[in-house]
């Protein structure tokens, strides 16, 4: 929708500085000027141009949040269509479809784009179950959906190019499988984190699944059943968690050549509130910096590092039940238990202008009223508030 978010063109209502100093940076053309223009080989009034610029700049950026506010149904053809959450989403235009992982044994989700309905893709392990966690995709177009197999634990990848040629299982060179995934924007990598011993980190490429090591986390968390997140860009990878209310986030630079097993930890201290879960965490190119997401805020930072800043994404609290990053802002998912009807809300922060500047609240309604879900695919935000066969999804965002 935007490449990146620019701040508003002469937002002050006078100048502050230069020879018209303490007059308006704005004023509207005459009639005549709007109806032809600027002429050939007089000189643009800077007046002029600022209220054009500045009046179009306001609308090209209501236009770029529109996306969040038209949700459009998808509808599966059984309810409910998926026995678990959908743990991670993907687009690919190969196939033009959106993939979803969620822990149903031997089964690929995915929407159509644009199409109101969705369907499954089955999978025949050679062995046991395969039970997808998490999917992401590759520079070759190819989508790879990581998982566990408790009977064969080293087929825990398939991969494939699209619904038409379907999926293959690969093996990888670990057991334990693999809960996180994430794809580099910079580098058009995709990464794997490992449930193994050494909790190895793999860059996958290829519809085969070739791999190779770039880092290991010896000692750190295990990701199944944990809240954490995990992000890669320009090869610096970002794994944020939760520990005693404060976020944890470790970090390295992947490498093949020599692969790392240091990672570096640093402690982000809200100090007021104790966050139980990081949905999310995510370059942004519009920003150029760092989003980690949790049940109360947004921190934005450009170095792994620090200093943090602090946005608010919503209510915060147990009742925050899912939230997903896209580029310029987040989603959370809050589930309104309180005085009749019982509602399914959603808030919605695209900007990171003012850290006190609240997020807008939307109601999804009185059909939603269970613990439902928000992922980001890459191109879209899919939102469900209840699990049954009643899903949203926006247009476009990014």
Known sequence: MRAKK????????????????GTATKIA?????????????????????????????????????LALRNLL????ATAPPLPSLPLAATYT????????????????????????????????????????????PDDSGAVFVFGTNSTAPTKSLWAGYDITTGFT??????????????YDRATNKSYAFFEDT??????????????????????????????AAVAVNNDVAIVARISGGVVVIDYTTLSTSTPPSTWTTVNVTDGVTSPTTVFDVRWSDSYQCWMLLTDFHIWAFTNPAGPFTKFNAGPGGANIISGALFDVGSVLLYKNNGTPPVVREIWIRDDLDT???????????TGFSGDGFVVYDGSAIFMNGSLAA?????????
């Not at 149904?73 to 599966?76: C, D």
């Not at 850290?355 to 309604?365: A, D, H, I, M, V």
């Not at 009643?390 to 990014?398: A, K, P, Q």
């Open 6 to 21: 620019v701040p508003a063109w002469a937002s002050n209502l006078n100048y502050s500085t230069g020879p018209a100093a």
């Open 73 to 76: 149904p998808v509808t599966f």
């Open 169 to 182: 299982e690969c093996t990888m060179p670990v057991t334990g499988g693999c809960y996180k995934a994430a």
């Open 355 to 365: 850290p006190s500047t609240n997020p807008e609240k939307l109601s999804l309604g």
């Open 93 to 136: 235009p190969n196939g033009g479809v959106t993939f979803l992982a969620s822990a149903d044994s031997n089964k690929i989700f995915y929407v159509p784009a644009y199409a109101a309905n969705a369907s499954s893709v089955t999978v025949a392990p050679a062995a046991g179950a395969f039970i997808p966690r998490t999917i992401v």
């Open 198 to 227: 050494n909790r190895s980190v793999f860059r996958v490429y290829t519809s085969g699944g070739s791999q190779l090591l770039v880092a290991t986390r010896p000692g750190k968390p295990v990701f199944a059943g944990a809240v």
């Open 29 to 65: 053309p005459t009639t005549g000027t709007f109806q032809n223009g600027f002429l050939p080989g007089e000189p643009m009034g800077a007046q002029y141009d600022s209220y054009w610029r500045h009046h179009v700049g306001r609308q090209t950026e209501l236009s770029a949040r």
């Open 390 to 398: 009643s899903w949203l999804r926006t247009l476009r965002v990014s």
